[in-house]
């Protein structure tokens, strides 16, 4: 088992609702998970708790056997081997390419650094782009930057915030495709959320509602 969730609740503030309660959930090794809902449903939050972005008010969240978040425990987010693609893929406009992602790695050789880097251009079909910025690239070559930039440091877990939200149609099926062919190809355990049942067919995702 890669991840297990048992009884998960949390709300931002106290005095409000919950926003996930006694949430549960169980992903395979190099399974590829979708949770869909609306927005509210509390989908986009378990990925910040999966990844280590918020403490959970109660529950427990185990990854590859070791309890990361429980009553008694925190694991912090750097050290959970998690990576995350944020909606708006946050990536730094000053930094190249190539910077953005050497940015969690750079505890390696600069050769080393530089033949990873090489590797994930490769991986995501953008080999030759190590020089340019963020400002030159489209919003689909800029997701699969963010991606390369996220699968870096190799975690165990991917896990995609809304990818396809901010695509047109026609951009939505290429980049799906590819991605869907970047995840199968290098078999890491996903998880996306979506408020697009399409989505998750589209992936070969287990859906997962949320309301």
């Known amino acids: 088992m890669q991840l297990k969730i ?16 006694n949430f549960n ?10 949770l869909v809902g609306v927005s509210g449903s509390g989908k986009s939050t378990v990925l910040r708790l999966t990844a280590g972005l918020e403490i959970p008010d ?16 925190f694991i912090a987010a750097e050290k959970r081997e ?3 693609v944020f909606q708006d893929y946050a990536l730094f406009p000053h930094l190249s390419v190539e910077k953005n992602i050497a940015f969690g790695i750079d ?21 030759g782009f190590e020089k340019r910025y963020p400002h030159q690239l489209s919003g689909g070559q800029q997701q699969r930057i963010a991606l390369a ?13 809304e990818p396809f939200s901010n695509l047109d149609a026609e951009l939505k099926d290429k980049i799906r495709k590819e991605l869907n062919e970047i ?6 355990t996903t998880i996306l959320v979506s408020h697009d049942r399409e989505d998750a067919e589209f992936m070969k995702a287990r859906e997962i509602l949320m309301n």
């Open 107 to 127: 505890h390696l050789s600069k050769s080393k650094r530089k033949t990873r880097v090489k590797e994930l251009l490769k991986l995501v079909n953008l080999a």
């Open 6 to 21: 048992n009884d998960l609740t949390f709300a931002y503030n106290k005095k409000e609702e919950k926003i996930i309660e």
């Open 149 to 161: 930039r996220t699968l870096a440091p190799g975690p165990e877990i991917l896990l995609l915030d």
């Open 183 to 188: 995840i199968k190809k290098i078999g890491i």
């Open 58 to 73: 109660s529950g427990q969240i185990i990854i590859a056997g070791q309890s990361v978040a429980d009553e008694h425990k």
């Open 82 to 84: 998690v990576g995350m």
């Open 25 to 34: 959930l169980e992903v395979q090794k190099g399974e590829v998970v979708a």
